[in-house]
C-alpha cells in the first residue's frame, strides 16, 4: 500500500529534551512538509523540502529542525527551544498535480 | 487579515440535509483549491481538488470556484452521520513555487441521525 507513514502516533517530551517525528513515504514524490495543527486552527506550516538534500523554513519554523537525506524520509525534531510543543504533527507529501497527501499524524504532549 | 478565511463552526445539521461550506481568500494568484475532510485524531483526507475556476461534482459533493469574488464552496448532498468531520479548505499558487498549501482553520460539521 503506498502512502505515509508516521511515528509514534503519541510521543511525550520532558523539559529540555530533543524529541524526533518519523515520516516515511512511498509514493515517490519529490516534496515533502510538516505541518503543526494545535486545536481549532488549520494547519501552520513548519519545514518543507522539495528535493533530497534541501529544505525551506515555512511560517514557524523556530524551535524545530529537519533533515532529508533520502527521497523517503523526512524527519522533524522538536528542539528544547520550542517552548510550546504540545500539538498534533501532520507529514505530507505532494503529487505532481500539487495535490498533498497526509500521514495520520503524531500527537506530541509535554511531561 | 488571514489570506483564506473559513466560518469555524460548529455546523450542526439534521440527517439528509444540504450542508455548505465556505472560504474566502484574499492572494488572487492561487490557482489550486483543495478540500480536505479530517476526522477526529486522523490525518486530512483529500476530497475534491479543482484547478483555477468552474466546479466539480464527485458523487454527493460539489465544489465551487469563483475566482472574481475569491470565494470557494463545498456543497454535501443528503449528508450522512459519517459525514461528520472536520473540512478544512487548502489552497496555492503556482507549482514551481515550493507547492505550500494555506489552509483555513477548519469547519466542524456534525450530521444528526
Redesign the interface.
Known amino acids: 500500500d503506498g502512502g505515509i507513514t508516521q511515528s509514534p502516533k503519541y510521543l511525550f517530551r520532558k523539559e529540555g529534551q530533543n524529541v524526533t517525528l518519523s515520516c516515511e513515504q512511498n509514493l515517490n514524490h519529490d516534496a515533502m512538509y510538516w505541518y503543526r495543527q494545535d486545536p481549532g486552527q488549520g494547519l501552520r506550516l513548519i519545514y518543507y523540502s522539495q528535493i533530497v538534500n534541501d529544505f525551506q523554513k515555512g511560517d514557524i519554523a523556530e524551535g524545530y529542525s529537519v533533515s532529508r537525506e533520502k527521497k523517503e524520509s523526512f524527519p522533524l525534531t522538536v528542539t528544547s527551544a520550542q517552548k510550546n510543543p504540545t500539538a498534533f504533527y501532520l507529514c505530507a507529501s505532494r503529487d505532481r498535480v500539487n495535490i498533498q497527501y497526509f500521514g495520520a499524524g503524531t500527537r506530541l504532549s509535554v511531561l | 487579515q488571514k489570506e483564506?478565511e473559513?466560518d469555524?463552526g460548529p455546523l450542526s445539521v439534521p440527517e439528509g440535509a444540504i450542508v455548505s461550506l465556505n472560504c474566502t481568500y484574499s492572494n488572487s494568484a492561487f490557482q489550486?483549491f483543495?478540500w480536505?475532510r479530517q476526522y477526529s485524531?486522523?490525518?486530512?483526507?483529500?476530497l475534491m481538488?479543482t484547478?483555477s475556476s468552474g466546479n466539480k461534482e464527485d458523487g454527493r459533493f460539489t465544489a465551487q470556484v469563483d475566482k472574481s469574488s475569491k470565494y470557494i464552496s463545498l456543497f454535501i448532498r443528503d449528508s450522512q452521520p459519517s459525514d461528520s468531520a472536520t473540512y478544512?479548505c487548502?489552497m496555492?499558487t503556482n507549482?514551481n513555487q515550493?507547492?505550500?498549501?494555506i489552509?483555513?482553520?477548519?469547519t466542524e460539521l456534525s450530521v444528526k441521525p
Open positions: 483564506v473559513q469555524p489550486y483543495m480536505y485524531r486522523k490525518g486530512p483526507e483529500l481538488y484547478y478544512l487548502a496555492s507549482y515550493g507547492g505550500k498549501l489552509f483555513g482553520q477548519g
